[in-house]
């Protein structure tokens, strides 16, 4: 693409989400021009995690697209290279009896979920501590490197990707930025945990951290997280919640999660945090309690009221389409949105029910 | 513990500022990683008596006056809360109504062919290793890189007996003689230079050592310059661009930053070393490097300000002469464009085996515009060290290849540490 005339749509973003929109629109034979205001992966992308599960996902509209995109990631690690794609496996983990038939019940309402019930978590990781009572294998659940995977999926898209462009406002046909005027046939705004200011839609920040270790010999093969993760998603309370989510990376290094909060874009550490986060993991992996934490950073996941995405047009303003408040999923769930949004702006039929994440659902609260 | 003031630093800036609080009655703890007070200037070994420092009877005065105060060596502090509470490795804490950050500096390195054989360490390194230990780096040691520093570290090789073979200086230094600078300075230089002649090592400008030989250890380093190439053979290579100062525990203090003259981020201060942050104070080379002289001044300054002293136009007017002749020194040696020239092989971070092409190829391939955007994608600066090392030299890469100059937001990347030294998990977690 030479970047001259008028893209027929122009993504505002340059994360995954965005990146994905304008991979699937360029596959659907768009042009695109993709804008961002830093570089590429420079948002909540290049400041989370990059799983990729199904694992977590009550049964509902989420999970419905969770598995969708599940299979588009699969498809993607076999077309993309260097996204450090890995279909390892998610392992969940109890700590009483109780918790353990609290999680079977979960997962047998997960329809199209695979999960393997287990009742020593050492076979599968031999490092975990000896008191925890069980847990649940999930083999979908996978681990992608999102600042590449965004990076990878712009450079196959062949979209044109303008960095340093800041967006002040949507406008019918035409995006206003400090670099001028750009029209285009429809604007996707995929600006992530910014993406509320820009599109008028209900888009606040969690707070998260995580914290890094030096790099290690293989101690955590899978992803593991203890049961209370869930309901720490889920959880609607202002105030802290953290669970302990724990996993490698090819790099060596293992990362430690998971908090949320919301007290707005507040960036200081809070050393507070950083020690439940700590306490978790040594709980799980008290072969973690020598291991040196070297970094920790924190980023902030754009979440919605009812903790589901706005993905679709808005009936506002004509050829406006909103791709975003993934909360903690968005890497998960980029691909899908991708390929929703890019239906929707070509007019194919969708196979999903797209209602639970029509942007008008939350007007009536205006 | 609680005290009026918590100084971080036992360098020249921290002891002074330490002592002068504890001067005007005020109860002060002193936090310094290191064995021994001096910091780096003054690092020295249990037994010295001072020989072939230099203003050791300055030190020994401060370190006589150290008995007011609650020194703390080998204390490494890795977080400091807002309030200000600072968190030692081992699990102690120091509560301060105030905090002067004194953290130094430390080499400033740009990656060449061999950087990483044995024989090849900073300037600084050398330094220390012989001052600190009583041990030279090498038998024939080639002193390289930019900076005035490199004369010191060259003359007290040669002070112990080491060969030099030359001291290979980037820039074209005659220029501090066109920057109305305080005569003393000046002098100090041409002592030095004096040494050199006398020991016979050449001085050689506008010339860098482009590549370090050798299996295993470095036997030779090449040496570009005007005239062409040439090969000088030697155990041991001393080398270092200037100094990157120690910003992270300002940084994560919420202190504001800047960019300074000699391309380094600096902690910005006002005239009594206020950072801005309300309580918390800067100085020393933390705040621009400057020499020992500028930190002594700037902890003195920070000592009366943290005690609500009036600040003495004398030492106010002595510092300013001493920024703006670091201001001449840092434009004489600002480092030649070091992106345009580096062999694209180069591994450029040690810690997590990222080459010199990686980084190019992030800026050309996969969207990379600053220095975060780097470290996201390649790694660069991810490792054990956490970018002290190789983020200089990859903020260049970057910026070069978007056309532009290092931004104070590039070095960010590199010197927001919110951990500033690493922890184990179980202390953490207590
Ligand atoms: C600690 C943490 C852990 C996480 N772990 C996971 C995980 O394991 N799995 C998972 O699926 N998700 C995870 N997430 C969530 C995931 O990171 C996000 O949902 C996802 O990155 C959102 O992507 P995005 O493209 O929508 O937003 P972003 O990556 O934030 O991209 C938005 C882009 O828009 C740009 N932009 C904003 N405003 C403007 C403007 N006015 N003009 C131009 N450009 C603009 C920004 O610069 C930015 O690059 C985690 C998040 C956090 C914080
Ligand atoms: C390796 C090296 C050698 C040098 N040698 C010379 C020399 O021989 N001659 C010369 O003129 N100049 C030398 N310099 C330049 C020198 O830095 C200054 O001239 C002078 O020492 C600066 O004084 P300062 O008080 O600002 O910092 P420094 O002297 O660097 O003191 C800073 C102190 O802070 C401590 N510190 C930093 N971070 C932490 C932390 N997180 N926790 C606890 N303590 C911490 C360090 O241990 C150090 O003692 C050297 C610089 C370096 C990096």
């Known amino acids: 693409m030479d970047g001259q005339g008028v893209p027929d749509v122009v993504v505002i973003g340059a994360g995954v989400v965005g990146a994905a929109c304008a991979y699937y629109l360029s596959r659907a034979g768009l042009t695109v021009t993709v804008l961002d205001r830093g570089g590429v992966s420079g948002g909540t992308t290049g400041a989370g995690e990059g799983n990729i599960l199904v694992s977590d996902k009550p049964p509902g509209p989420e999970l419905q697209i969770a598995l969708r995109s599940n299979e588009l990631w699969r498809a993607l690690g076999r077309q993309l290279e260097g996204i450090e794609l890995e279909v390892k496996g998610g392992l969940v983990v109890t700590e009483s009896q109780e918790q353990q038939e609290a999680l079977r019940a979960f997962a047998s309402g997960q329809a199209g979920v695979t999960a393997t019930e287990v009742t020593d978590v050492r076979d599968y990781e031999p490092h975990l501590a000896p008191d925890l009572a069980g847990g649940m294998f999930y083999p979908q659940d996978m681990q992608v490197q999102p600042m590449l995977a965004a990076a990878q999926l712009l450079r196959a898209s062949g979209a044109t990707v303008r960095l340093g462009v800041t967006v002040t406002s949507i406008e019918p046909g035409r995006v206003v930025t400090d670099a001028g005027v750009i029209a285009a046939g429809a604007i996707v705004n995929a600006a992530g945990v910014w993406a509320g200011q820009l599109g008028d839609v209900p888009v606040l920040p969690r707070r998260g951290f995580i914290l890094v270790t030096s790099r290690q010999p293989e101690l955590v093969r899978h992803k593991v997280y203890a049961a209370s993760y869930v309901a720490a998603v889920e959880s609607d309370a202002a105030d802290l919640q953290t669970s302990p989510v724990i996993e490698g990376t090819k790099a060596g290094s293992i990362l430690i999660g998971s908090s949320r909060e919301r007290v707005g874009f507040d960036a200081a550490m809070s050393l507070p945090v950083l020690r439940l986060l700590a306490a978790g993991a040594v709980r799980l992996f008290p072969v973690l309690k020598q291991v040196r934490l070297i970094r920790a950073y924190k980023g902030f996941r754009p979440y919605t009221l009812d903790h589901l995405p706005i993905i679709g047009a808005d009936p506002r303003v004509p050829g406006l389409y909103h791709a975003c408040g993934h909360e903690g999923a968005g890497v998960g769930l980029a691909p899908i949105t991708g390929k929703l949004i890019a239906d929707q702006i070509t007019g194919s039929p969708t196979d999903v029910d797209l209602s639970p994440f029509r942007p008008e659902r939350f007007h009536v609260q205006l | ?430």
């Open chain 2, 1 to 430: 513990m609680r005290y009026d003031v918590v100084v971080i630093g036992a360098g020249p800036a921290g002891l002074a500022a330490a002592t002068t609080a504890a001067r005007f009655g005020r109860s002060v703890a002193l936090l310094d990683a290191a064995t021994r007070p001096g910091g780096q200037f003054w690092r020295h070994r249990a037994a010295d008596t001072g020989a072939g420092h230099r203003d050791w009877a300055t030190f020994a005065a401060l370190r006589d006056q150290l008995s007011g105060v609650d020194y703390r060596p080998g204390s490494r502090v890795w977080f400091v809360e807002p309030g200000f509470t600072v968190h030692l490795e081992g699990g102690e804490r120091f509560a301060g109504a105030r905090l002067v950050l004194a953290t130094g500096a430390y080499d400033r390195s740009f990656p060449f062919p061999g950087w990483d054989l044995p024989g090849v360490v900073t300037a600084g390194a050398a330094q220390a290793l012989l001052k600190g230990q009583g041990v030279p780096i090498g038998k024939r040691v080639v002193v390289a890189g930019s900076g005035p520093f490199l004369l010191p570290v060259a003359a007290g090789l040669a002070r112990a007996g080491v060969r030099v073979p030359a001291v290979i200086e980037a820039a074209s230094p005659l220029g501090y003689l066109r920057g109305v600078p305080p005569l003393g300075k000046v002098a100090e230089a041409a002592a030095y230079l004096a040494q050199l002649a006398r020991h016979r090592i050449p001085y050689r400008t506008r010339r860098v050592v482009s590549a370090a030989h050798g299996d295993g250890r470095v036997t030779a380093v090449t040496v570009s310059g005007p005239g062409g190439q040439r090969v000088i053979e030697c155990d041991a290579l001393a080398i270092g661009y200037g100094f990157t100062p120690q910003v992270e525990l300002a940084i994560a203090a919420g202190c504001e930053t800047r960019l300074d003259g000699d391309g380094s981020l600096v902690v910005q201060v006002e005239d009594g070393q206020s950072t801005s942050v309300p309580g918390v104070y800067a100085a020393g080379e933390v705040t621009g490097v400057g020499g020992a002289e500028l930190s002594l001044v700037e902890g003195r300054l920070a000592g009366l300000a943290a005690t609500g002293q009036p600040l003495p136009l004398a030492l106010l007017r002595r510092r300013s002469a001493l920024r703006r002749f670091a201001a001449v020194l840092a434009r004489v040696h600002r480092t030649p464009p070091w992106a345009g020239r580096c062999d694209e092989q180069t591994v450029l971070c040690r810690c997590e085996g990222v080459t010199v092409d990686a980084v190019n190829r992030s800026v050309r391939q996969l969207g990379v515009v600053d220095g975060r955007g780097a470290k996201l994608m390649t790694r660069v600066g991810m490792g054990w060290c956490q970018g002290r090392v190789c983020g200089a030299a990859a903020c260049q890469l970057v910026a070069a290849g978007a056309g532009r100059e290092v931004s104070r937001d590039d070095l960010l990347a590199f010197g927001t540490r919110p951990i500033a030294q690493p922890v184990t998990l179980a202390e953490l977690a207590e």
